[in-house]
């Protein structure tokens, strides 16, 4: 789906002449008027065949009448367009669907609506889909405890412990053991060495951490929490780290104190690997606190990545507001979880037979049926379900999606429900100009990235699946007020989708019912879930208490 390429030849310009000029200009018309001379004076039929017959004559009459012509259409030129820079694209007209075009469309701005187009969506854009929850006046407040902040006085002075870290997975995963590990050197009073990002098995991504991320700033952030260093001291170089591979899942504070003290005061250097999920996610409030600050304010991407990101969320903000969907399609999610894409009985068969051959990428539960994942809600939604979701959640048609994830199996024919009831559908190759996306190109993970700020600064945001990526967003967006964010109740939802005897308006109406305390709303952390999906209460208070600064 990338723009292609301008060509790079001359363009000629032609200037289209209306029919009635050329009426006028008609021979029969012409000799009517100029070979019907008076008969009553035979002089005036002498000098007029003349005049006819010198080609000095002809030339002066086809120069005025062309003028005048090319006079009458600039000015229509000018009502319809004024101060049109580009003469040859005056009339380029509104497209469909066009993978071609739609980035130069939307970059630019040069498709002109008509004006009953210009006010239907007018219309679109004050619909009620793109109205945002109530947020009850929550606002990012980190108050660390005077006791943590006493504390941190001598944590960030330690030069004698060393925590180094090896995390795992794509991008958002890496960036969940990212928050684990600076609360984890916080904990041990150990000073953090820059994480060290594994390659990517599956992409074969060799990104290091200050590609993907703002390392500087990283640093500055956490200056008054825990010391980060880019590298061991020369004192530490030639100390052999002591790997640990035991922690358990969901390791208290006090277990990791228990078991890495006595380590890390005797060899100086620690090495964890593989910090998915084991760090508990019921933690002290000032531990909650410090994973926010992470997540949402140490963790920026890196200048680069940003600047591309804010260009293509400008590109897409230019004609309004837009959904980001983030689409859990791709072959390797349909044998994880176990589920059908349900395109047709071949691709059906290609995902049951690479399941056979592997049977350890099922992560899902293996005595579940397809069936039974499915009404479980532990299936992706496929794109028809997510064209029937949102079209029941009042997503006009004239809505402009942005689309973020790997490409689905199954490639367009895939997407088409999609694409053929809201045809404004565009990925971040749609929307990149020529060669903006090469020094990223084979790089999964800063793919990911782009895909992750487009989505975050989106009016509305819904993912087809739960996964990293989707809870990440989804709790950057409650801690930034508490942007729309549809959860889709696939639970609940299903078995309304399979009921073909129910009319279109009252699915619509069920669907409806089901999602109002699913769009964003400021939702409670219960014991269990990760404060950086959940913020609320730890790490946002309500308007009627003061902010105090991190």
């Not at 070979?35 to 009459?61: A, D, E, G, M, T």
């Not at 000032?286 to 992470?294: E, G, P, S, Y």
């Not at 309004?320 to 395109?343: F, S």
């Not at 994942?373 to 794109?383: D, E, M, T, Y």
Request: charged content about 25%; hydrophobic content about 35%.
């Amino acid at each position: 789906m990338a723009v292609s390429k301008t060509n790079k030849k001359k363009q000629q310009c032609y200037i289209a002449v209306p029919s009635q000029i050329i009426n006028s200009l008609s021979s029969s018309g012409l000799q009517s008027l100029l070979l019907s001379p008076k008969k009553k004076n035979p002089s005036f039929s002498v000098k007029l065949k003349l005049l006819l017959n010198n080609p000095r004559f002809w030339v002066l009459f086809l120069f005025v009448f062309g003028f005048v012509g090319m006079l009458k259409m600039w000015f229509n030129f000018e009502t319809l367009v004024p101060f049109a820079p580009n003469p040859c694209g005056i009339f380029q007209l509104k497209s469909s669907f066009s993978n071609d075009h739609q980035a130069s469309q939307l970059s630019t701005g040069s498709v002109i609506v008509g004006k009953e187009e210009e006010e239907e969506e007018e219309g679109d854009e004050k619909s009620e889909f793109w109205k945002q929850p109530d947020g009850l006046g929550y606002r990012p407040c980190l108050d660390f405890s005077a006791e943590y902040r006493k504390t941190s006085l001598d944590i960030v002075k330690g030069r004698t412990r060393y925590l180094m870290v090896v995390v795992s997975g794509g991008m958002n995963q890496q960036r969940n053991q990212i928050v684990d590990a600076v609360v984890i050197a916080r904990i041990l009073g150990a000073a953090l060495v820059v994480p060290i990002l594994q390659v990517n098995v599956i992409w074969g991504d060799e990104s290091e951490f200050s590609d993907i991320f703002d390392l500087d700033h990283f640093k500055e952030v956490l200056a008054n929490d825990v010391r980060i260093v880019s590298s061991l001291p020369s004192t530490h170089v030639m100390t052999r780290p002591v790997e640990e591979k035991r922690t358990p899942l969901h390791a208290s504070p006090e277990w990791i104190r228990s078991h890495y003290t006595r380590k890390l005061r005797r060899d100086g250097v620690l090495l964890l690997r593989s910090l998915d999920s084991r760090l508990s996610k019921d933690l002290p409030s000032d531990l909650q606190k410090l994973r926010c600050k992470v997540a949402f304010h140490a963790l920026r991407f890196s200048p680069s990545i940003l600047e591309l990101g804010n260009k293509l969320t400008e590109r897409m903000r230019s004609k309004g507001p837009y959904v980001a969907l983030h689409l859990r399609m791709e072959k390797d999610v349909w044998v994880r979880t176990g589920c059908l894409p349900g395109l047709s009985h071949e691709y059906d068969e290609m995902i049951n037979n690479e399941r056979k051959q592997r049977p350890e990428l099922l992560t899902s539960r293996s005595n579940m049926t397809y069936h039974d994942r499915k009404l479980a809600g532990l299936c992706p939604l496929n794109a028809l379900e997510v064209t029937r979701l949102l079209k029941a959640l009042g997503a006009p048609k004239s809505a402009r999606i942005y689309w973020a994830g790997g490409i689905p199996l199954g490639g367009k024919e895939a997407l088409q429900p999609l694409t053929s009831e809201f045809p404004q559908f565009y990925n971040k190759e749609d929307l990149a100009l020529p060669g903006e996306l090469e020094p990223f190109a084979k790089k999964a993970s800063l793919m990911a990235a782009l895909d992750y700020i487009v989505s975050e600064n989106s009016n509305v945001f819904m993912p087809s699946h739960g996964g990293n990526m989707g809870h990440a967003i989804q709790g950057q967006r409650a801690y930034a007020g508490h942007k729309k964010t549809i959860t889709p109740n696939k639970r609940q939802m299903l078995q309304h989708f399979l009921n073909s005897s129910l009319s279109e308006t009252e699915f619509n109406r069920i669907i409806l019912d089901l999602h109002r305390d699913s769009l964003g709303q400021p939702e409670l952390r219960k014991a269990g879930r990760d404060v950086t999906k959940y913020p609320v209460p730890e790490c946002m208070c309500n308007g009627t208490m003061n902010h105090s600064s991190m």
